[in-house]
Every structure is written in structure tokens, then in C-alpha cells.
């Protein structure tokens, strides 16, 4: 069972107990503080809507807080009540704050950078972007053309059918025969 408060803490207005916490560090006076603030507290925050944990964890913060800036409190600039309560609203905005942005995970996938590609498969890369270049020149300029929308521009092969104003088996057809003239020229590099 908690110990009574002494008489003369129980007596006093929040401003002057607050007002002993600065100046004596008195704990009679502190316990008084925290009873009488902790609850109302609580109530604020769980408005403002901390759930009753949160809340609890806020208080605690908040009345340390308290404990820790005592003496810089002023009662001719405000009552207790006005400085305890601005207090815990600071504290709740700061809470919102951390669970709107999380602590960056310098772990996460996203954040590591893709590993350096050694410099032989480098220079095999682009090699190869040089003969399949190459090789598409190669081509005749129509079929270039129906690779370029169809690879490079991602259209759909209907799509360019009705932009080329040519039947759908047709498209398709020159298509493959591209892609088979380009697996020609990059297995035979003559």
C-alpha cells in the first residue's frame, strides 16, 4: 500500500507543489503532482486519441519530465496545469510523429545497393547490347520498326496492327521472323 501524503503536500495548490519539485526537489511534493496530474493525464490523452497503453507510457514520459524541468517552471507565465498539459500534448505530437515515420531499416532490400558487376561481365554486356544493336540494324526497316514498338515500347501486338493498319496474323508473323533472323545473327557471330 502506498504511503499517505504528508499533510502539508496534500494541502498545496498544484502551483506550489510544482514550485517545491523545482526548487527542493521535495518527493512528497512530486507524489502529490503525480497523483493529482497522472489520471487527468490519461483521460486527455486517451482524447487525443492514444490508446490506454500509449497513454500510460505518455504519462510516465511526461511526469518525468516534469520532475526533470520543475525548475524552470514560471507560474507568472502560466498555472501548472497549462504547463503539465502543454507538456503532454508536446509529447503526443511527437509520438504521432515517430509512428508517421519509422526508423529506416539500413537492412532493408530497397536500401542496399545492387552489388558492383565485375568488370569482364561488364564489358560481355555490352558486347553483346553492341551486336544485338547490330543485328536489328541488320533487319529489314519493317520488321525493325514492328520489334522497336512491340519490344522497346511495350504496345500490344493488336495495337500495332491497327496503327500499321496491317491484319493481326501478319504482325505476328513478321515478328517471328525478326526474332528468328536476330537469334540467327547473335548465334553466328561472324
Same mark, same amino acid.
Given at each position: ?18 514550485? #517545491? ?30 490508446? #490506454?497503453q ?23 507565465? +502560466?498555472? #501548472? ?13 511527437? =509520438? ?7 526508423e ?30 547490330? +543485328? ?7 520488321? =525493325? @520498326?514492328?520489334?522497336?514498338m ?8 493488336? +495495337?500495332?496492327?491497327? @496503327? ?20 540467327? =545473327? ?5
Amino acid at each position: 500500500m502506498q504511503d499517505p501524503l504528508p499533510p502539508a503536500a496534500a494541502a498545496m495548490s498544484p502551483d506550489d507543489l510544482l514550485l #517545491a519539485v523545482g526548487r527542493a526537489r521535495d518527493r512528497a511534493a512530486f507524489a502529490a503532482l503525480f497523483g493529482h496530474f497522472a489520471p487527468r493525464l490519461k483521460a486527455y490523452l486517451r482524447r487525443l486519441g492514444a490508446d #490506454a497503453q500509449g497513454a500510460e507510457e505518455l504519462v510516465q514520459e511526461v511526469m518525468l519530465l516534469v520532475w526533470r524541468r520543475a525548475e524552470t517552471f514560471d507560474p507568472a507565465q +502560466a498555472s #501548472a496545469a497549462t504547463w503539465v498539459f502543454t507538456i503532454a500534448r508536446n509529447r503526443r505530437i511527437d =509520438a504521432l510523429r515517430r509512428e508517421q515515420r519509422p526508423e529506416i531499416d539500413p537492412d532493408d532490400p530497397a536500401l542496399v545497393p545492387d552489388p558492383v558487376e565485375p568488370a569482364d561481365r561488364t564489358l560481355e554486356t555490352a558486347q553483346d547490347s553492341g551486336r544485338l544493336r547490330a +543485328a536489328i540494324r541488320a533487319l529489314p526497316p519493317e520488321q =525493325a @520498326e514492328l520489334l522497336r514498338m512491340a519490344y522497346f515500347e511495350d504496345k500490344p501486338h493488336s +495495337a500495332i496492327a491497327v @496503327e500499321r493498319g496491317l491484319p493481326l496474323g501478319t504482325v505476328k508473323s513478321r515478328l517471328r521472323l525478326a526474332l528468328d533472323r536476330l537469334r540467327k =545473327a547473335l548465334r553466328d557471330p561472324s
